[in-house]
């Protein structure tokens, strides 16, 4: 290598980001502290079907603000209302280099805690303040967690169909854009358990649509999972979501019927109401069991990850509390040897996203990524959000989150009138009563 070559290179790895801590402390010497000047919340819909809340926290320093997702698709108005009229006025003034208190701060500021609503409120509040922290460091929020512990994140594919032969059709498309994880639906979640609508013994003037039977679930999944690995082998890694519809011993039993076909995992084959019985799923089968995308308080997941009763914890990361619990509740996982694997799904957003995978890239706990997809109308409303690749994400490696919103395209796609009060669709059993989801 030529001298002047040698010190380009020296300059490439060593120079740009002492550069970058010299601009940061250049901008900000001699300034009086950093304070919060205003807290915006951002509704939209995207330019699709979205209900997404962010907010946009501006500071005391020109052009400095960070964004965070608070985006809740089935209480959007009571997320928006907490955010404008609780939580702005706490934040003004306060320093948002405090990222700590000011999320223990925010947390307790409620009294009650760690509902739904008010931990969208804190999750998006403190990934606003470490986009904003990462911005005045020069470096992407996952420098500030410890670094890259892999060069990207690999995420599972949802795949699926309504019968077994576009199942296996829907994985085989799966596999050639690069995916190894994958996971497999027989239509809608419960899917493979419903009395068609109309059929089956019900009383009289009562539901009349598709009924959910969990014992028809049991018999129905391993079949088409046996058929699917008999088409596409064991290569790929399967999981299937049970979205909480089976209760106690059909959930044992359904864990214990998939383990010849050796699941990455199956996922909340219960309810977070009967987090009990994954003791007893522990002592029949090695199936693994990903868990907890509803859950939003610690005690939740704290005994399964403690007892070691499953394999991969599945919250979201802006239902939890943001980036700091996210990134707790990874190192909690990383001591037990439990993994993670935040939860996505067509509500959420890219600014979720990148909350997740920031702290995917810098775990050591990290077990699997869910994928998410975006229409055209988002990629240009939010420029710098993350990139799946044959089956891996992206991030934008600027620095903070490295996303950011155009407001101007946000409000040309305000949020759509809520008219049903928008319920979580729910399933019903033949004689009318609730499943849970
Ligand atoms: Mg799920």
Redesign the pocket.
């Known amino acids: 290598m030529k001298r002047r070559d040698f010190f380009r290179a020296l300059g490439a790895v060593g120079v740009i980001p002492a550069s970058a801590a010299q601009e940061a402390s250049r901008r900000t010497a001699g300034l009086p502290p950093l304070t919060i000047r205003e807290v915006k919340v951002i509704a939209t819909s995207g330019g699709a079907r979205y209900r997404w809340v962010f907010v946009k926290i501006l500071t005391s320093e020109p052009g400095l603000y960070g964004i965070g997702s608070a985006s809740n698709h089935f209480q959007t108005h009571a997320v928006m209302a907490a955010l404008e009229r609780h939580a702005a006025p706490y934040l003004v003034g306060k320093n948002p280099d405090r990222i700590e208190d000011l999320w223990q701060a925010m947390h307790l500021r409620t009294y009650w805690r760690n509902g739904p609503v008010n931990n969208n409120v804190v999750s998006a509040v403190d990934m606003a303040l470490w986009d904003i922290k990462g911005k005045r460091a020069g470096m992407p929020v996952y420098e500030l967690l410890g670094g890259k512990v892999r060069d990207a994140v690999p995420c599972y594919d949802h795949a699926g169909g309504n019968d077994r032969e576009s199942a296996v059709e829907s994985v085989q498309r799966s596999m050639a854009n690069g995916y190894r994880y994958i996971r497999v639906q027989l239509g809608p979640y419960g899917g493979g358990g419903f009395i068609p609508a109309g059929q089956g013994s019900r009383p009289e003037g009562g539901h009349a649509g598709p009924a959910f039977d969990e014992e028809l679930y049991v018999e129905t999944i391993p079949k088409l999972f046996d058929y699917v690995r008999a088409k596409v082998g064991f290569e790929p890694k399967l999981c299937h979501?049970v979205?909480s519809h089976l209760t106690g011993m059909n959930a044992v039993e359904f864990s214990r019927r998939m383990q010849p076909y050796q699941m990455f995992f199956v996922?909340?084959v219960l309810p977070p109401e009967q987090i009990a019985w994954y003791k007893h799923i522990r002592q029949v089968t090695t199936t693994p069991q990903a868990v907890g995308?509803l859950f939003t308080h610690p005690f939740e997941y704290l005994p399964l990850i403690t007892d070691r009763l499953i394999d991969f914890v599945?919250c979201r990361v802006s239902a939890v509390g943001g980036i700091t619990q996210a990134k707790k509740i990874a190192t909690l996982c990383e001591v037990f040897g439990v993994k993670t694997a935040f939860?996505e799904?067509g509500d959420n957003d890219p600014v979720n996203q990148l909350a997740a995978y920031h702290v995917d890239i810098s775990s050591p706990a990290f077990g699997i990524q869910e994928e998410n997809h975006f229409p055209d109308s988002v990629r240009e409303m939010m420029p710098g959000m993350g990139e799946i690749r044959k089956g891996y994400l992206y991030g934008s490696d600027k620095p903070g989150l490295g996303i950011d919103i155009d407001e101007r395209l946000a409000a040309k796609y305000p949020l759509q009138p809520i008219t049903d009060g928008s319920p979580y669709p729910l399933d019903r059993t033949l004689d009318g009563a609730l499943v849970k989801p």
Do not use: K, S
Request: charged letters at 60%; a negative charge.
């Open positions: 979501d979205h996922e909340d995308e599945r939860q799904g």
